[in-house]
């Protein structure tokens, strides 16, 4: 740090001078109006870490966090989050633990560790719990965060609410979007990161058209909706469909970013919606057609 110099009711007077001695400052009290002053050695890190301790460090800490309830149906048993927090490898207490649920994004609690460094919250496995993974997290500052998980099981809708443009002419564009949303229907909850599959069937019927879609798989956003942009695959053949979307008990996991299945999560099919692929082209009436049958 440097001496900034600055002028102030006429006198000239020194703003506060920093000087990093290992975990040491100086600052200039000033004594009277006209810069006389003296220097003055502090501590800065005295209140929380002691005479000439450290910077913190995110090494310094540790978190780990457990759950009793790792999966299972909601029947009103109660999961036991606990949280150990550490320094150094060793237990702190009297600190405030933050509890976040990473998949809703609600926080969840604050509990205070004891003499081992525990702090637990209790989270009630009820109707309330919307079907899926649930990511626990458990934070004490920004850089010292960990979690744990579990999995609720049940059934989930999915509803396909929007098909436009129904139909394409796959000579001049083969866009269309799709939207529509997963649902818990016994809380009425979206039910984010469900991966869904968009499925095309012969109209009237159960027949799966292949080719689809590109891209034919999305995921829920944090709304538990989806607003697909698509392309119609050039190699479909032109007729008459019907779009479903279904949900095939997979889910993306946020922390490895992969998909994976929970069987006891029900499938699911949404309504369908009509949809027309023709390969029709527009041909100009002009004064470059030539008299006669075309």
């Known amino acids: 740090s440097g001496i900034e110099e600055m002028l102030e009711n006429g006198q000239n007077t020194t703003a506060i001078k920093y000087k990093n001695m290992y975990n040491w400052a100086e600052i200039f009290i000033p004594t009277d109006i006209s810069g006389n002053g003296q220097w003055v050695q502090m501590d800065v890190l005295f209140d929380g870490y002691g005479v000439g301790g450290n910077p913190w460090s995110s090494e310094n ?90 999995d609720i099981y049940g059934n989930v809708q ?22 529509g949303y997963v649902v818990d229907p016994l809380n009425n909850i979206r039910v984010r990161n469900a991966q869904i599959e968009l499925v095309l069937l012969n109209k009237g019927t159960n027949t799966r058209v292949l080719p689809t879609f590109i891209p034919n798989f999305w995921v829920t956003g944090p709304n538990g909706d989806f607003d697909m942009g698509v392309d119609v695959d050039l190699l479909l053949s032109p007729g008459e469909y019907e779009v479903r979307v279904d949900f095939n008990s997979t889910f993306f996991d946020l922390i490895n970013f992969s998909p994976f299945s929970l069987p006891l999560v029900s499938s699911s099919s949404s309504n369908r919606i009509d949809f027309n692929g023709n390969a029709s082209i527009t041909i100009p009436i002009d004064n470059n057609q030539v008299v006669g049958p075309h």
Do not use: K, M, W
Not at 98 to 118: H, K, V
Not at 158 to 179: A, D, E, G, R, Y
């Open 158 to 179: 999915v509803q396909l609410t929007n098909t436009s443009p129904q139909s394409v002419n796959l000579s001049i564009s083969t866009f269309t979007n799709i939207q």
């Open 61 to 150: 800490y540790s978190i780990t966090v457990i759950t009793n309830f790792t999966e299972g149906f909601r029947s009103n048993q109660d999961a036991l989050i606990t949280a150990t927090l550490s320094q150094y490898g060793a237990p702190l207490e009297g600190e405030t633990i933050t509890f976040i649920d990473l998949t809703t994004e609600d926080i969840l609690g604050y509990a205070t560790t004891d003499f081992n460094g525990n702090a637990s919250i209790t989270i009630p496995i009820d109707n309330n719990q919307v079907v899926g993974p649930h990511y626990i997290g458990a934070s004490y500052n920004p850089q010292t965060f960990n979690y744990t998980s579990y």
